[in-house]
Nanobody
Framework: QVQLVESGGGLVQPGGSLRLSCATS????????IAWFRQAPGKEREGVAC????????YYADTVKGRFTISRDNSKNTVYLQMSSLKPEDTAVYYC?????????????????????WGQGTQVTVSS
């Protein structure tokens, strides 16, 4: 059924850029919110960005606004997270997640408990 596969993580220097990809399959029964979450050691999983497959509306955490861009290639069923001006505090495992759109969305988009489908995660390390 639904499958999410992240790629593109790695080691980058502060101020550098990196693009993550989330290849999706099986998202055919309804419209979905596709989100990027991240989790650093000892910290809670936090929402980074989200995009709707219905109208491509986008939402971002305040900590990444102006630096990260979420986008979607409909022909490839792939969601991207373009990360620029990276900081050491961006270091985390980044996860792609999906959940059917519900009434009231995007309220609660950054709550990891609400997402049914998850990828395996990809490590992003920002260090000199």
């Amino acid at each position: 059924q639904v499958q999410l596969v992240e790629s593109g993580g790695g080691l980058v220097q502060p101020g550098g850029s990196l693009r993550l990809s989330c290849a999706t399959s099986g998202l055919t029964q309804s419209y979905y919110a596709i989100a990027w979450f991240r989790q650093a050691p000892g910290k809670e999983r936090e929402g980074v960005a989200c995009i709707s497959t219905y109208d491509s509306s986008k939402y971002y955490a305040d900590t990444v606004k102006g630096r990260f861009t979420i986008s979607r290639d409909n022909s490839k069923n792939t969601v991207y997270l373009q990360m620029s001006s990276l900081k050491p505090e961006d270091t985390a495992v980044y996860y792609c997640a999906a959940d059917p759109l519900h009434h009231g969305w995007p309220i609660g988009w950054s709550s990891y408990q609400d997402y049914d489908y998850w990828g395996q995660g990809t490590q992003v390390t920002v260090s000199s």
